[in-house]
């Protein structure tokens, strides 16, 4: 599945108030979604990178890349871009952390930056974690 899809699902659920709304938005995007990306999609939707130690926020990363002008990311690919940042250790680690991260960004659209950033840095705010998530997880 294309990360933009995940975006749009994401933003659709922020600009909804109605649990039942941003229930059934993740539900009807987690049915579409691959089985072998399914843990990938739950945890980017709960606001929460599979990645834990990722060691990057907004300043870490300075200015965006140029964006991409068309999507085409998938969960797979930020998931292992991620994993790759996640593994960088010792001297330099930072320097290398921030280029993996660049090197994503410049693949992505500026929605899927700014989701991207967002997720990285903790601060996704769709109104939709754990507890929505996982009712769209039983709907789905």
Do not use: H, N
Not at 83 to 91: D, N, P, Y
């Amino acid at each position: 599945m294309l990360l933009s899809e995940l975006v749009s699902c994401s933003a659709e659920v922020a600009a909804t108030s109605s649990r039942r709304a941003k229930v059934a938005s993740l539900a009807e995007l987690l049915r579409r979604v691959p089985p072998a990306e399914s843990e990938v999609a739950v945890s980017y939707l709960a606001g929460e990178p599979r990645q834990r130690r990722l060691g990057l926020g907004w300043a870490t990363v300075g200015e965006l890349p140029e964006a991409s002008p068309a999507p085409s990311l998938s969960l797979t690919d930020v998931d292992a871009a991620l994993g790759r940042v996640e593994r960088v250790a010792g001297a330099g680690a930072l320097g290398q952390r921030r280029e993996l991260t660049r090197e994503l960004l410049a693949r992505a659209t500026r929605a899927e930056q700014r989701f991207l950033l967002s997720l990285i840095a903790g601060e996704l705010r769709q109104g939709a974690l754990r507890a929505v998530v996982g009712d769209a997880v039983s709907a789905a």
